[in-house]
């Protein structure tokens, strides 16, 4: 059974730091391509990074220059390191996996990010 577990959310102020991880537990890791989304309250899932199966990564305009994406396929894991965190970076932040050419498409249960003085 295929499982995306996310840690690393916590309450951070404004200008701190955090690290996000999603430890996978799917057969091949290396074959999919991984992501990052948030929610906020009241607000659709939006796309945070995303790294493909050859680490080629993509951001969110709202990230760029502050979150870095990356993984190792060793450990089955993907991070996402935060850092001037903003209130409007609070969202319950999701992994996501996925592998096109096989329609493979999972999701984590999210971990929380709140950003507040």
């Known amino acids: 059974q295929v499982q995306l577990v996310e840690s690393g959310g916590g309450l951070v102020q404004p200008g701190g730091s955090l690290r996000l991880s999603c430890a996978a537990s799917?057969?091949?890791?290396?074959?999919?391509?991984m992501g990052w989304y948030r929610q906020a309250p009241g607000k659709q899932r939006e796309l945070v990074a995303t790294?493909?199966?050859?680490?080629?990564?993509n951001y969110a305009d709202s990230v760029k220059g502050r979150f870095t994406v990356s993984r190792d396929n060793a450990k089955n894991t993907v991070f996402l390191q935060m850092a001037s965190l903003k209130p409007e970076d609070t969202a319950v932040y999701f992994c996501?996996?996925?592998?096109?050419?096989?329609?493979?498409?999972?999701w984590g249960q999210g971990t929380q990010v709140t950003i507040s003085s």
């Open positions: 799917i057969s091949r890791f290396s074959f999919y391509d």
């Open positions: 996501h996996a996925q592998w096109l050419a096989y329609a493979h498409s999972y």
């Open positions: 790294i493909t199966r050859g680490s080629n990564t």
